[in-house]
């Protein structure tokens, strides 16, 4: 059964900007890549895209970039 959100829940996350989270290679210092292509999440919650995306991973060697898309609070 999927969740159900408040109107005001609904609301709220529908005013956050929209964000790119993208995986860090913190020995290189450059996105973590999948058959050529940065890995790069969008989402209105950065934390939590990021929670997730870091999940699993060894924090000494992985870290996440959170870049607020312009124009993207719709």
């Known amino acids: 059964m999927p ?17 790119a989270i993208t995986l860090i290679d913190r020995r290189t210092g450059r996105p973590h890549r999948v058959n050529g292509a940065a890995l790069v999440a969008l989402s209105r919650d950065p934390d939590g895209a990021a929670a997730e995306l870091l999940a699993g991973r060894d924090p000494r060697i992985w870290s996440a970039r959170v870049q607020p898309l312009p124009g993207a609070t719709r």
């Open 3 to 19: 969740l159900r959100q408040s109107p005001a829940a609904r609301a709220s996350a529908a005013r956050a900007p929209l964000c």
